[in-house]
Structures are given as C-alpha cells and as structure tokens.
C-alpha cells in the first residue's frame, strides 16, 4: 500500500511521452517514500494509508527555478530608483553601482548572516511553489570568497528538503582586478574551478559574457577549464550585446544560455544543434527595459525554452515563478504550455536534473496541489498566484510552508 494517495485531480504530468503538458483530467498519484509510485486515471488507481481528494484541482510537478542569484548581502533599492527615473543599467554600473556594488556587503557579511539571508529567499521560494532552486555565487569573485559563497549554499541546502543545484558564477572582472583582468581570469580557471570541483561545491560553471562582463575569449577559456575539471557549463549570452556566447555554448554542449535579448541566427542555429535551453528571464527583462528576447525565432528552430526568476539584488529582486509565467506570456510571447514547461521539464534540463521536472513513476515526489483547475489560471491571475497553492510536497512531505487550507 501506498502512503499517500492524492485522486481526483487535474494532473499535469509534463511527462515527456504524453503531448503537451501530459494532462490526466481525471486522474490520480500514489506516492511512497520520496517518490511517485503510481500515477494514471482515477478509476485504476491503488489504496493508500492516506488519501487526499483534491476536489477536480490542479497538480503539477513542483516548480523549478533554474537560473537565481540568491547569496547576497545588501540591497540596490537606490538604482531601482535611479532606473525608474531613466538611467540605463550601463550607465549606473559606470557609476560604481551595478554587480560591484553588491560585492562590499557580501564580502563583508558573516557566512551564519548569508546562510540566513539565503534560507530565507529560498523559503520565500518554496511558499512560491519552487521545489527546486540553481543558486549561483558571484558575488564576491575572489578565489576564497567565492568558494566561500558556495559553502554557505551548500549549508543552506543541507538544512532543507527543497534541491538546491550550486553553480560557480564567473561574473565579471572585480574593480580591483581591472589593472590585471588577464591574471584574474588565469586565477579562475587554474585555481577557482579546479577547487569548487574538487570539494564537490558546483556542477556546472556559468560565464557572464557580455559588454562589461567576460569576452568570448575570455569565456571560452573559462569554460574549458570548467571542462577539464568534469563540470558542466552555461552562459549569461546577449543580455545586452551579442559576442558570440550562443555559438560558443552550442559548440561545447553546454546545459543552457540565459538572456538571449541580442542572439544570432547562427547562435540560435548552434543551440538547436546541441539540445542546449534557451533560459527565459522576463523580470530582468522588463525592468531592465531591454527588448524582448527572439521567441519565436527560438521556437522555430526547436530550442527547449526555460523560465526563471534571475532573483538578483541588481535587476530582479524577485523570489517566485508564478508572476514570471506572466510575464513570459504577456511580455515575451510563449503560450501557457511553454511557460509550464519552462518552469519543470525544460529547467530541469537546464540544470541537468534527468527525470526531473515531470510526474512519472519512479520520480522524486515534488508537487503542488493548486486551489483552481486551469493551468491558465497560475499566469493569468498573476497577482494571487502564491495564494493559489494549497499544498507543496518536496520529496514526498508536505513542505513546512503548505497552506493545507483544508483537510480533504
Ligand atoms: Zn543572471
């Protein structure tokens, strides 16, 4: 016998093998331990010690937020306002703000204060349906601070149920380091990478490469180091001006390129290619005032689209999914399915989490028991999108976070 069986429900399985979002209308999960037993239509479904009836409601796969800046220290709440009153994000990174001005606060906050300013992003995440997290670090980008940084992650993470996927963040070249950019990229690739590998604190390496951040050359360094010591990898591309990044990516393989605002069709073409997913970031985006990224152009050419948060202290202070979906369907262009898959199948993949990001028999048991039926709904009622989740389970438990509103 099963432990826990939630029948009569809406399951949105994103099962690979079904088409579209893999709907059951009238169906049913079984789960026992961390994982799903069972999963098809109602009437065929087994006994359970426990059984929910979720009402006809919606279950999905839990939320997956595949590219977030969350260990940080500080706030840049004063550039927000000097880009509400018309400044650029270049020019305000000109003037000593931007990515630097996050790195005196975190470099000077303690590892118990970073490790609670994470958690609590990360808790604010899972109320948002997130079972699943990428943190990057970046913040600090000094071969200590940054290894530092992923510690804490990894502290972060032991402390919950949630999965948290470290990546090691090549952000940009510190002020300090301007002088000497061509050491400091040497100091990344020969002693940063190989120790984050060795000590098991990322599994893949992303490269910011873009105007004010890493040339491709330098990009392209960084990511054969990451190879070499068995790591994955992934770019920030064309955020603000193509230098090649979806090319490079493409070539290596690489889990994903993030951004995409300004991509070739050579870029695109390479990405395809490779299988690599195009991350979807609609919040940087539109406060950053930049022109949509080529959705249709990716789509066209069959690049898997994911969906994430960027939450950053610079252009999106923002911990949840749901209002992200909206934005990728008003804002971007994708239709709601494409959002769905964006945010569990295809970030799954971005971060190269295999069997995750679905509801199928053997997978990890994340869902989420919504409070409508319509998939629709999570984007289109943007502003209560939270509110609409009436359980989260990570791992099989309900997460301490579930509104259980009811007992059903
Ligand atoms: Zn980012």
Request: glycine residues 10%.
């Amino acid at each position: 016998m099963s432990e826990l069986v939630v029948h009569n429900a809406r399951v949105m399985t994103c099962d690979p093998d079904r088409p579209g979002l893999g709907m059951i209308d009238r169906g049913a999960l079984a789960i026992a331990g961390d994982a799903i037993r069972w999963i098809g239509g109602d009437a065929e479904r087994p006994r359970g010690a426990r059984e929910i009836d979720a009402g006809g409601r919606l279950v999905t796969p839990g939320l997956i937020d595949c590219h977030t800046h969350a260990i940080f220290a500080g706030d840049r709440a004063v550039e927000f306002g000097m880009r509400a009153a018309g400044a650029s994000y270049l020019e305000i990174a000109r003037a000593g703000g931007g990515i630097a001005a996050s790195l005196g606060p975190t470099r000077a906050a303690s590892d118990e204060a970073l490790i609670a300013a994470l958690g609590a992003r990360l808790d604010a995440a899972l109320a948002g349906g997130t079972t699943a997290i990428e943190v990057k670090s970046g913040y600090d980008l000094t071969v200590e601070g940054e290894l530092r940084l992923l510690r804490c992650v990894a502290a972060a993470a032991a402390r919950r149920r949630q999965r948290v996927v470290p990546t090691l963040l090549a952000h940009l070249v510190p002020p300090e380091r301007a002088a000497d950019r061509d050491a400091f990229v040497a100091e990344l690739c020969g002693a940063l990478i190989p120790r984050a590998a060795g000590e098991g604190l990322a599994s893949s390496v992303d490269a910011y490469c873009d105007e004010g951040a890493f040339t491709l050359a330098e990009t392209r360094a960084i990511f054969t180091a990451a190879r070499a010591a068995g790591l994955a990898v992934r770019a920030h591309a064309g955020q603000f001006r193509d230098l090649g990044a979806a090319e490079l990516v493409g070539e290596l393989s690489g889990l994903s390129a993030d951004h995409l605002e300004q991509v070739s069709d050579a870029g695109i073409a390479a990405l395809a290619r490779a299988g690599t997913v195009a991350v979807m970031l609609p919040g940087a985006c539109v406060q950053l005032r930049l022109p949509v990224p080529p959705v249709e152009r990716l789509r066209r050419a069959g690049v898997a689209l994911a969906v994430a948060s960027d939450l950053n202290p610079g252009s999106s202070y923002c911990e949840t999914l749901p209002i992200q979906m909206w934005l990728a369907t008003t804002h971007l262009g994708m239709t709601v399915d494409e959002a769905w898959l964006g945010v569990t199948r295809h970030a799954a993949r971005a971060l190269g989490l295999a069997g995750a990001g679905a509801l199928t028999r053997g997978a990890r048991a994340d869902l989420i028991v919504w409070a409508c039926d319509e998939p629709a709904h999570i984007p289109y009622r943007y502003g209560a999108a939270v509110q609409l989740i009436d359980a989260v389970f990570v791992a099989g438990e309900p997460a301490d976070c579930s509104i259980l509103r009811r007992d059903r």
